[in-house]
């Protein structure tokens, strides 16, 4: 069986990893073109079985909805949008085209780590979950802003750290811990470098099962420092920060390696965006929606959008 003729739209700095796993997964590049280009006449020159997204945030959906409307499946990277309000209109057209498959890049539940965390909580084997707590304490500097413009431009990226580096985590927690049914928390800038955008975030979510966790992002960090998610359980404690350690209440520890990003790609991004497009492409002939399709990415962003609006 030969794999899916696909095109890139947006050749910005995600899309490296877009390239090396279309090339790695034996799907055939039929076409490419940058933010600037023409997607449309992209899209009926070639005609891809697959359109991977790489544009800037305020440009997914419209290449998203001129793919639909070609008969075309779509791969985004996150978030769905820069507003909700755009998002929503993919959420509709995905419905009005039902055997089209529509993925977001949430490529951290791809993660080893997270499988075996999602796994032990669903089980049971650690009883009830009490809380949990995560934090993204990243660096960006007037550098990284300057060379993207668009991301410190809130009409265009949406917002700052929590839209464009911590949706990943914050989806995580919410993946991990369960529906969140409240949300409180503030946003701001105080590093005075990221435009119109937010650099600093705290909330505080309740989950429907009774747990409360506590996030806290910044890209106002000396570095770009690990990851940490924390889970509380009754039988046991969870902790991803690179690799997972379970700490058992009889005494127990166990450790879970992380895979090692390969991609050519930035180290924090993770090592899963090959192991989610290749789970993609095998969706194609299946004729449910991808698990992790736009209405599902949008549980993470609905919450971000609740501290934006507050």
């Known amino acids: 069986m030969t794999g899916p003729r696909v095109a890139v739209v947006g050749l910005g700095d995600v899309s490296v990893v877009h390239l090396a796993a279309i090339e790695k997964l034996g799907a055939t590049l039929v076409g490419v073109c940058d933010s600037r280009g023409d997607y449309c ?13 790489c544009t800037p945030h305020d440009q997914h959906v419209p290449v998203a909805l001129a793919a639909l409307e070609r008969g075309v499946h779509v791969l985004l990277e996150k978030p769905v949008a820069n507003t909700i309000e755009q998002a929503d209109r993919l959420v509709a057209a995905a419905k009005d085209h039902p055997t089209l498959k529509v993925g977001v890049c949430l490529q951290n539940r791809y993660n080893l780590t997270s499988q075996a965390a999602f796994e032990m909580l669903t089980s049971g084997e650690l009883g009830a979950v009490r809380g949990g707590s995560a934090s993204v304490l990243w660096h960006r500097d007037a550098a990284y802003y300057a060379a993207r413009p668009w991301r410190g431009v809130r009409e265009r990226s949406g917002g700052g750290v929590l839209i464009n580096q911590a949706i990943h985590t914050l989806d995580l927690l919410q993946w991990l811990l369960g529906e969140v049914v409240t949300v ?8 005075g470098v990221s435009g119109d955008v937010e650099d600093t975030a705290h909330m505080v979510l309740d989950h429907a099962g009774g747990a409360r966790s506590v996030f806290f992002a910044t890209t106002t960090n000396a570095t770009d420092s690990p990851v940490t998610i924390e889970i509380v359980a009754e039988r046991g404690a969870l902790l991803i920060r690179g690799d997972l350690t379970v700490a058992y209440a009889d005494g127990r520890v166990e450790s879970i390696a992380e895979l090692s990003p390969d991609g050519g790609g930035r180290s924090y991004w993770g090592a899963s965006h090959e192991l989610l497009i290749a789970d993609f492409y095998r969706s194609l002939s299946d004729p449910s929606p991808f698990w992790i399709g736009p209405q599902e990415a949008l549980k993470a962003q609905h919450l971000i959008d609740e501290i934006y609006t507050a």
Do not use: F, K
């Open 184 to 191: 409180r928390g503030h946003s701001g800038q105080y590093g």
């Open 41 to 53: 006449a992209l899209l009926d020159e070639v005609r891809p079985d697959v359109v991977h997204v």
